[in-house]
């Protein structure tokens, strides 16, 4: 079974960094994204990467500050996260998805992103 093992996560003061990795098993996700959530609210997108084109997608309160990217030869996922807020406080998840599926199937077991203001 194909899994997916994020890493990264932590405390860190408002404005700072950090990055999180996210490694697949396999080679065979088309679509790789990172979602985050919160204790009582929906889980939330926050950045894709589309393998083939490198296409990226980011949540409005993200982009410019957050930049995810792809190393394929390590078949991991990066989100390097920068100007770090309060807000972003979150459980950050790791999910993938393949050619012939339209949501995402895959998920990581979370990794905690805590940011002190």
């Known amino acids: 079974q194909v899994q997916l093992t994020e890493s990264g996560g932590g405390l860190v003061q408002a404005g700072g960094s950090l990055r999180l990795s996210c490694a697949a098993s396999?080679?065979?996700?088309?679509?790789m994204g990172w979602f985050r959530q919160v204790p009582g609210k929906e889980r939330e997108f926050v950045a894709a990467?589309?393998?083939?084109?490198?296409?990226?997608w980011y949540l409005a309160s993200v982009k410019g500050r957050f930049t995810i990217s792809r190393d394929d030869a390590k078949n991991t996922v990066f989100l390097q996260m920068n100007s770090l807020k309060s807000e972003d406080t979150a459980v950050y998840y790791c999910?993938?998805?393949?050619?012939?599926?339209?949501?995402?199937?895959?998920w990581g077991q979370g990794t905690q992103v805590t940011v002190s203001s």
């Open positions: 999910a993938a998805k393949t050619v012939v599926s339209s949501s995402y199937d895959y």
């Open positions: 396999a080679r065979t996700f088309s679509t």
């Open positions: 990467i589309r393998r083939s084109s490198g296409d990226t």
